[in-house]
């Protein structure tokens, strides 16, 4: 029997309509809380081709909420789990894994070519980009994000019906000014909350390939689990929002959306003395060079861990949220970053950029870092 | 007449309150100036404003016991 029998005859849907899913490619920018439920049901009815955007690695905290993960995943990266774990269970889709972030850069390419996105982000900086390279090659994308137990979702850059399109800038024209909105990694949130409007969210690019029911489009629904309550808006077109979207690709490329790197294990010198000062507890600087190595390093609360030694050795270092390591050039470090990975899963690890023969090294910068 | 108010995400949190009433004002402008003067904390925040279920945009005369929301934008994921 066809494993899409029960959706096949359902009013509306039928053989077109679930040719209409195996012939679609679904873009689903973020495999976490959102993203994990949406994945599932994507592939679970049978959308054609999903690609699956993140360059973020699987960690213990994640767990809660991100249900494609389980214990043996962490430190993994999450856009191979997760198509590992789908291409298991549904082999008749397509996987797309994408383990990077997305970018002003690398935007326009990749959404380019599917024909639906769906924003799972946990960012201000990725939903602006996602919006504006949506709205400059015409794709619809689909919006799901969360604060405690509120969810909000919404499909924008589809015109249905009498409703015009409507873009994100619609309702919230720029980007809200510093860290004002907490995220989830800060105020908490329950799995099962992502896990309803990450369903919503699947359920809307469902509606949307399949031409069946009443899209969210132009519309905003807020959820509030804790009460129970729901809320939907309509949103029209704002006069004068389409000019703070870029007029072209080549403008969407050079803007600066204030994407941080995640995937950035290299950090600078200058960073490095920032963190360590802001919150000494929790950063600690390793230095990996073998005993006695020069130039010797005098700063106080730095640990030496050679890295001959630190396979054996780096449970010591499991108390520190983020730890920074270094060397004389900056290669070591690099490969202790990615021996430390698997054995410290919750922490933060970085290779300071150049090691100590960098000219803002503590050795050479000394005053520098004398002064403190 | 009063106008009832929703307030959602971290603009309820910061109003300590999900749902109030207040005075009906002539316009959404005067409305945002009488909360920011009870909730000076909501200056600093970003909210779409939508009445009777319709986000507005800019300053848009209120009816009397129309409905308001107050919106901010959700970033977790």
Same mark, same amino acid.
Not at chain 1, 5 to 13: C, D, F, G, P
């Given at each position: ?372 | ?10 603009? /309820?949190?910061?109003? $300590?309150? =999900? ?13 945002? &100036? #009488? @909360? ?11 909210? /779409?404003?939508?009445? $009777?279920? =319709? ?13 308001? &929301? #107050? @919106? ?6």
């Amino acid at each position: 029997m066809d494993r899409f029998v029960r959706q096949i005859n359902l009013r509306e849907m039928g053989v077109e309509g679930q040719d209409r899913l195996s012939n679609a490619s679904v873009l689903v920018v973020g495999a976490g809380g959102l993203g994990c439920p949406a994945l599932l049901f994507l592939a679970a009815a049978g959308v054609g081709k999903i690609c699956i955007l993140d360059g973020d690695r699987v960690s213990v905290s994640n767990l809660n909420r991100q249900v494609l993960y389980g214990r043996k995943d962490v430190g993994k990266l999450k856009s191979e789990v997760a198509a590992q774990q789908l291409s298991e269970k549904y082999g008749d889709s397509d996987y797309h894994c994408l383990p990077f972030f997305l970018t002003p850069e690398n935007a326009a390419e990749i959404i380019e070519d599917c024909d639906l996105v769906l924003d799972c982000t946990d960012n201000f900086p990725t939903r602006y980009l996602i919006n504006d390279a949506c709205v400059l090659l015409g794709k619809p994308f689909v919006q799901g994000a969360i604060f405690e137990d509120e969810g909000q979702i919404g499909v924008f850059n589809l015109p249905h019906n009498d409703r015009p399109a409507c873009t994100y800038r619609d309702l919230y024209p720029e980007p809200p000014a510093g860290n004002l909105i907490p995220d989830c990694n800060e105020t908490g949130v329950l799995g099962v909350l992502p896990g309803v409007i990450g369903t919503l969210q699947a359920s809307e690019a469902i509606k949307i390939i399949c031409k069946r029911g009443e899209p969210l489009a132009g519309k905003i629904f807020f959820l509030n689990l804790y009460t129970n309550e729901s809320y939907t808006l309509e949103v029209s077109p704002r006069p004068g929002s389409s000019s703070t979207i870029p007029s072209d690709i080549d403008e969407l490329r050079s803007r600066d959306y204030g994407i941080a790197c995640r995937t950035e294990v290299e950090v600078s010198w200058l960073t490095a003395k920032k963190w360590l000062e802001s919150d000494n507890s929790h950063s600690v600087l390793v230095d990996v060079r073998n005993p006695g190595e020069r130039p010797l390093m005098n700063l106080p609360d730095t640990l030496s861990l050679p890295l001959i030694d630190i396979e054996k050795q780096g449970g010591r270092l499991e108390k520190y949220d983020r730890i920074l390591f270094f060397c004389k050039i900056g290669q070591r470090s690099l490969t202790a970053v990615e021996k430390m990975r698997d054995l410290l899963p919750d922490s933060e690890l970085y290779s300071v950029e150049g090691g100590v023969l960098h000219p803002d090294s503590p050795v050479k910068a000394t005053d520098q870092w004398a002064r403190n | 007449m009063s106008i009832k108010i929703k307030a959602f995400g971290l603009i /309820a949190e910061k109003m $300590d309150a =999900r749902e109030i009433r207040v005075d009906q004002t002539k316009t959404t402008a005067e409305l945002k &100036a #009488l @909360l920011h003067e009870r909730y000076p904390a909501l200056e600093k925040l970003d909210f /779409a404003i939508a009445v $009777d279920r =319709r986000i507005v945009n800019d300053n848009t005369p209120l009816e009397p016991g129309a409905e308001v &929301a #107050l @919106l901010p934008p959700f970033s977790g994921g």
